[in-house]
């Protein structure tokens, strides 16, 4: 006797990996410079010296128990009291340490938000494209999840098809910005009009409608973007956070969740998350971690080689005439399919050991997301193979 739900997410896994299986048997029978894959979305900056020095000192000068042991389920004081210091310094959030809940990275995070936020006949909304997972967290909460067809090509949030798919039953709204997988940053003015639109549809249904603002890309951005901050527009916002790219540490599993003091119920939301942790097992994140954290949550990432990547595959995939959304932040190229079948696009790139992701399960079945957290040299190198592939189709 087993769980049928557990068994159908176990056996059909994430096309993500599974792709990345694929490229990574290609590389051991035709060698890895062969093989052109875009698509695991894992840090290719190094991690900063600040925070490998951090670990250095950790490990020479604190006392193994102590270093090594629990701290409290919701997190070390120092690294708390660190990060809302740091979100009070760059956002004025008038943060405080006792907002914050610290955990394994988002995906814990979005678990712990969604199950806080799930009462019966709970509806989670997600605008397209979205990160493939939340549907699984979703559901795995006991939430029906809501997808919003996405705005094509200017990937931003079409608030008519939003107003559409909200409901007395709708708790939320997962707002991923910078967006996985299509690069976006949703502009003031957009975050403005949600807002807006949250706030009446919170007082028609007469419960708040939370905004779960994802947040692992928030300081992967180019050409002078800024990520604006959402509680500051609209104070019924649960922020989750990971350390995993902006630090180089996704490995590590190290994030938190910020329940601001001005969103309403915040007290019993804050309560409600740490149960949820507590009843997925999601207590007590890494506790070296949380102290490098502690010393480390001011550092910013170098976008340096990121945005070189960045510029070379737009500017070589749209010469060469494909459609493609720039991004203004993360690490991700979503690249329209010639005829906009983008599983069928992503087969044939397989044939010439291009492995991309396709973005059906993102929610935008004519994109495939790449991934250009790789090396230069190989970037450069799969140009001519993309020329080719677009050739095919002409």
């Known amino acids: 006797m087993y769980n049928q739900k557990a068994y159908e997410l176990g056996a059909n896994g994430s096309c993500i990996r599974e792709l990345y299986a694929y490229g990574r048997q290609r590389a051991a029978l035709i060698g890895d410079e062969n093989v052109f894959d875009f698509t695991q979305g894992n840090p290719s900056n190094p991690t900063p010296k600040k925070v490998e020095e951090t670990v250095q000192s950790l490990m020479a000068d604190m006392n193994p128990l102590e270093l090594h042991g629990y701290t409290s389920a919701v997190g070390d004081p120092a690294a708390r009291q660190a990060i809302a210091d740091d979100l009070n310094a760059r956002f004025d959030a008038g943060a405080s340490a006792d907002e914050l809940f610290l955990c394994c990275g988002t995906t814990p995070a979005l678990a712990a938000v969604f199950g806080a936020l799930t009462v019966p006949g709970a509806q989670i909304v997600a605008l397209a494209p979205f990160f493939p997972e939340y549907r699984p967290l979703a559901e795995g909460a006991g939430a029906s999840f809501v997808v919003v067809p996405p705005d094509i090509p200017d990937f931003q949030i079409p608030m008519g098809a939003l107003e559409a798919a909200l409901t ?9 910005s910078p967006n996985n997988p299509a ?6 003015k957009t975050l403005r009009a949600l807002a807006q639109l949250l706030e009446e ?10 905004i779960v603002a994802d947040e692992p890309y928030r300081e992967l951005t180019y050409d002078g973007v800024q990520t604006p901050f959402i509680p500051n527009i609209y104070p019924n916002t649960v922020v989750c956070y990971s350390y995993s790219k902006s630090l180089t540490l996704a490995g590590e599993r190290i994030g938190y969740v910020y329940v601001p003091k001005q969103a309403q119920d915040s007290k019993a939301l804050y309560a409600a998350v740490s149960g949820t942790a507590r009843a997925i097992g999601h207590i007590c994140a890494p506790s070296l971690w949380q102290k490098v954290i502690a010393r480390c949550a001011h550092l910013r990432p170098d976008m340096t080689a990121y945005d070189k990547n960045r510029r070379a595959l737009y500017e070589g995939l749209t010469a060469a005439g494909y459609e493609v959304a720039k991004p203004q932040g993360a690490f991700y190229l979503f690249v329209k399919a010639p005829d906009g079948d983008a599983m069928a696009f992503a087969e044939r790139a397989k044939n010439m050991d291009i492995i991309l992701v396709p973005g059906n399960d993102f929610g935008c079945s004519a994109y495939c997301r790449l991934c250009y957290c790789v090396s230069y040299e190989k970037l450069q190198r799969s140009l001519p193979r993309f020329r080719e592939l677009i050739e095919s189709y002409r």
Do not use: D, L, M
């Open 183 to 188: 690069g976006t940053v949703y502009t003031e």
């Open 168 to 176: 007395e039953h709708t708790v939320a709204v997962i707002v991923n």
């Open 201 to 210: 549809k919170s007082r028609q249904y007469g419960h708040p409608i939370y």
